[in-house]
């Protein structure tokens, strides 16, 4: 996977209906909304994506009526941009929406999902997870997306029957739904193996990695923009060596105090990004607090600049 140009795919082009479907049932997780992109994934999936507003209301009254009770956006509440325009399909679009109601204090809704149902012949699933939100963002993302398949190489992935159950709950799946995809078989993109899906739902505790997630990992990658010493920590025992690619910047106070510093003794510079020293932008090894090994690849502040917060 790379983000060359010729590589990229939005998600709603990934999550646009073929030819002879239509959708059925349609969940998206975020934490942030944007009423204008959602505006968007209203004309994805049950219209034309490719039609302007102004110039298109039939196109968009159309969509509105294809997925009218089919779709639920999940975001965190208080966390809603309304537009200045286009006021007056607002009303159409509260019905479509639901308010999560987690206490930023302690903890928050974050997850960044898509769950879609297709009928057609066959049914068709797709199961996208990745880390944008739901607004106009620009922004690169690395995301992944399963389809469902009846096809000799598909494989069973379990976990996203309890994600859609437990997680998406507010959603009001079906038992007939649950039970579709409970009896699913999911193609990955080329040479990726899903083992397991995590999820932690608001106000819950368990850890992700709680025990390493493959038993003889040769190699792990992570990417996040910010990390913590329990997070570090946490995806060192997946394997060694470990590479990380973040885009967080070090205050100068948690240079300062190594024991707060999520690389134990490490000397972080306050402006930069770890792997990029002051002198050379080559390959550079910290100290984790654990004696492990952690390495910020070279190509590490262009994946920074590409994968952003949302």
Not at 22 to 40: E, F, H, K, P, Q
Not at 73 to 99: E, F, K, N
Not at 145 to 163: D, G, Q, Y
Not at 176 to 204: F, M, N
Request: contains cysteine; aromatic residues 6%; positive net charge.
């Amino acid at each position: 996977m790379n983000f060359a140009p010729s590589e990229r795919i939005s998600v709603f082009g990934a999550l646009r209906p073929d030819a002879g479907q239509s959708v059925s049932r349609a969940i998206v997780a975020t934490y942030s909304l944007d009423l204008i992109a959602l505006l968007g994934l209203v004309l994805t999936l049950g219209g034309d994506s490719e039609a302007e507003f102004e110039n298109s209301p039939l196109g968009l009254v159309k969509a509105f009526d294809s997925v009218q009770g089919r779709l639920r956006v999940l975001h965190q509440v208080g966390r809603i941009v309304a537009p200045r325009a286009h006021r007056s399909v607002l009303p159409l679009l509260d019905t479509m929406i639901v308010p999560v109601q987690a206490n930023e204090a302690k903890h928050s809704w974050h997850p960044k999902v898509a769950l879609v149902r297709y009928e057609g012949d066959p049914v068709q699933w797709r199961f996208w997870i990745g880390s944008r939100n739901l607004t106009g963002s620009r922004d690169l993302d690395a995301g992944l997306m399963l389809v469902s398949s009846r096809e000799k190489t598909a494989r069973a992935v379990p976990n996203i029957a309890e994600l859609a159950r437990d997680l998406l709950a507010d959603a009001d799946l079906s038992s007939e739904e649950l039970d579709e995809l409970r009896a699913a078989r999911w193609l990955a993109p080329p040479g990726i193996t899903v083992r397991s899906i995590l999820w932690r739902s608001p106000g819950a505790t368990r850890q992700f990695i709680a025990s390493p997630l493959i038993g003889r990992g040769e190699r792990a990658s992570a990417v996040s923009p910010f990390i913590d010493r329990t997070g570090l920590a946490e995806v060192l025992r997946a394997a060694r060596p470990t590479s990380l690619c973040s885009r967080q910047t070090w205050p100068q106070a948690t240079a300062r105090q190594s024991k707060a510093s999520p690389f134990g003794r490490a000397r972080l510079p306050s402006r930069r990004h770890p792997c990029q020293s002051p002198s050379s932008s080559r390959t550079r090894r910290l100290s984790s607090p654990i004696s492990l090994p952690l390495e910020c690849t070279p190509n590490c502040s262009q994946s920074q600049r590409a994968l952003g917060p949302r």
